[in-house]
């Protein structure tokens, strides 16, 4: 399994719990990174962790689901990921896509699995709720 923008690693970490028997945690981002491994040596399990950018190569190999936080907010890294997205799919890798309503959140070529709108802090995200999706892509 990819956690691909993990974060904390709490996808990460509940998919090992579930059964997943490799999960390679990723983020660009060095400090989500440190907080995934403090998280991951807390809850006594073991991550991948991965920091180099992934969009300009093929999908790792032998991940066979890969789970998308909430990155479809800026337009530029938006289209790349989708088309990496869209590969790695293609290629029979099973993708879940956790959408916070981005404006750059795909709308076709997706199935909604999931659905729920949500309170959130005006300061944070510049409105008081925000409509939470899980996706996946259309076979």
């Known amino acids: 399994m990819l956690d691909l923008g993990c974060g904390s690693g709490v996808a990460g970490i509940a998919a090992l719990y579930a059964g997943a028997t490799r999960v390679v945690a990723h983020d660009i981002d060095p400090v989500a990174l440190a907080i995934a491994a403090q998280n991951a040596r807390a809850n006594a399990v073991d991550l991948l962790l991965h920091g180099t950018p992934l969009l300009h190569a093929p999908c790792p190999p032998r991940i066979t689901c890969i789970l998308v936080g909430d990155l479809f907010y800026e337009r530029s890294t938006a289209s790349a990921l989708w088309a990496w997205l869209r590969t790695a799919h293609r290629q029979g890798v099973r993708v879940l ?43």
């Open 97 to 139: 896509i956790a959408d916070a309503s981005r404006p750059f959140a795909p709308t076709a070529g997706v199935r909604c699995l999931w659905e729920e709108r949500l309170a959130t802090a005006w300061a944070w995200e510049g409105t008081h709720a925000r409509t939470v999706r899980l996706l996946t892509l259309a076979a």
